[in-house]
């Protein structure tokens, strides 16, 4: 019974969850990607909700000045401006505000409309009372027509506020003075004035929201051509360095007559990694530590079988390393012992000695050899360039150092610190 009643319980908990998210969603409407659809339909829907409480809020001022007009007109001018404001809210709340210059049409023409009809239905009479208003839409003339500026059409928002103005303070005079003042109509250019500052920031919101998605829109385009661009190079780069490491340096290696053995398992692999090199299987993101000593010692037995090696080994359950680490410093390790075999002289000895910590990493591969002048490289030789120094400073934590002198041998250091 317990378990039932939790359980209960939860479905009960889940469901009110589940509807107040609903209700949630319903207040905000449905989510934009671009900020020019944002700011759209925010701004719809505050000019529309402000036409609808300016109905409600100026209902006693309606209902005051009845008198003024026939019967009908005080609830038809009141539906010309809701019902509009009504239809605009509604179409916020869609998933895609599409028509939005037909419904600023709607709510400006209705407007204009509903002041036009006053004076169809104006009996002549004037306001009793010494008010300043005997028409309530002379309140707001100029807020339905922002609708056109939310749409990015500030001409007709213009138009609409020139002539709003201009109707509203007309029918106002005739309901107060049954006469038109000109000297009062200085007050509807201040009316004009003001309306045409908020339309200026509806107009700057939205052009400034179109040049943001322009602006996101070129920089993803961009940061995309930018990564291929990169992956390219990286590819290129790779395949260079496998041609220079793998096939150059076996067909450098061979000699007059029959090739040496040692040279066929260093072909193979060669040739295998030239064949998968495309492939996409996924590869594990972390090597353990004995794995990582494991593909040391096959480098180096694979490139040179006489080389001899020295490791200390932290055998500590989180020692382990990225791929590409593993890969960068096998891959330089092995030609820093090329370059030995190539380079040092005949009688020239290797030692490679590794510290594998689960912090950081060193490989040293150190020779007796001829030695040389780090200085003096020609540019051509990529040996060092590319396949040792480039190619641990592609991995993050990577480095490496090359010390050598005429004479005194040769010690190339491969460093990687987590």
């Known amino acids: 019974m317990t378990q039932l009643s939790t359980t209960a319980d939860g479905r009960s908990a889940s469901a009110e969850s589940a509807g107040g998210r609903t209700w949630r969603e319903l207040l905000s409407g449905p989510s934009d990607r671009s900020a020019l659809a944002r700011v759209r339909r925010l701004g719809a829907r505050v000019i529309g909700f402000g036409l609808l409480i300016f109905t409600a809020g100026l209902s006693p001022l309606i209902a005051a000045r009845a008198d003024l007009t026939a019967f009908w007109w005080p609830p038809l001018s009141a539906v010309l401006v809701a019902g509009p404001a009504l239809i605009l809210i509604a179409a916020t709340y869609r998933r895609s505000l599409t028509h939005l210059t037909a419904l600023a049409a709607l709510c400006s023409g209705s407007f204009l409309a509903a002041v036009g009809l006053w004076f169809a239905a104006w009996n002549g009479d004037v306001a009793a009372d010494t008010s300043w208003w005997s028409v309530w839409l002379v309140q707001f003339p100029g807020v339905a027509g922002l609708v056109f500026g939310v749409a990015g059409h500030a001409r007709p928002a213009i138009a609409h506020i020139i002539i709003s103005a201009t109707a509203t303070t007309a029918a106002n005079q005739l309901g107060l003075y049954a006469e038109l003042r000109p000297q009062l109509f200085l007050g509807a250019l201040l009316t004009m004035a003001l309306n045409c500052v908020f339309l200026a920031i509806a107009v700057m919101a939205v052009r400034t929201a179109g040049v943001l998605d322009d602006t996101r829109s070129s920089a993803m385009e961009s940061a995309a051509d930018s990564a291929a661009s990169t992956a390219q190079g990286a590819e290129r780069a790779r395949f260079a360095a496998l041609i220079h490491d793998k096939v150059i340096a076996i067909l450098l290696a061979i000699d007059v007559g029959r090739p040496a053995m040692a040279l066929v398992p260093q072909a193979t692999s060669a040739l295998d990694e030239l064949d998968h090199r495309d492939d996409d299987a996924p590869r ?81 591969v150190v020779d007796d050899g001829a030695g040389f002048d780090p200085g003096q490289v020609p540019p051509e030789r990529l040996g060092v360039a590319v396949a040792i120094r480039r190619r641990m400073a592609s991995v993050r934590g990577g480095d490496s150092e090359v010390r050598s002198a005429p004479g005194r041998g040769t010690t190339v250091v491969l460093r990687w610190a987590r």
């Open 284 to 364: 594990r993101p972390v090597v353990a530590v004995d794995e990582f000593v494991q593909r040391v010692r096959t480098a180096i037995a694979t490139t040179d079988d006489t080389v001899e090696r020295e490791f200390s080994v932290d055998r500590s359950p989180d020692a382990r390393y990225p791929t590409d680490v593993v890969g960068a410093v096998n891959d330089a390790m092995c030609e820093a012992i090329r370059n030995v075999g190539r380079h040092a002289g005949p009688a020239a000895s290797c030692l490679v000695v590794g510290d594998f910590r689960p912090d950081r990493v060193t490989v040293a």
